[in-house]
């Protein structure tokens, strides 16, 4: 059992490992909500992993609304960590709704 986060730190859990990061005050984090196309508009920031198909081409596994604060962070393609067993990489491409 890992021992409880420290006041004025994160815990992160790694494949391996558990990782203890001290963090300034405050802190904001977000987490992720299901939501809907509906919520997408003209100023929206979204992320869109997806992961590479055999012909070359590149299938959408989601799209993540982020909130106004985070606009710009990871703007572009972004490789991510393949899933456990997977064979491909995912891609996450950041960018703003036009």
């Not at 004025?8 to 790694?14: A, F, K, L, Q």
């Not at 984090?29 to 198909?53: A, N």
């Amino acid at each position: 059992m890992a021992a409880p986060p420290i006041s004025g730190s994160i815990e992160i859990r790694t494949a391996s490992r558990v990782i203890h990061i001290e963090t300034g005050q405050p802190l904001t984090t977000h987490r992720e909500v299901p939501s809907d196309l509906s919520h997408i508009t003209s100023s929206s920031y979204v992320g869109i992993p997806s992961v590479k198909q055999a012909n070359g081409g590149e299938l959408a596994k989601n799209v993540m609304i982020f909130p106004a604060a985070l606009r710009g962070a990871a703007e572009g393609n972004v490789m991510m960590d393949p899933a456990p067993g997977a064979t491909t990489q995912s891609r996450m491409t950041n960018g703003s709704v036009s």
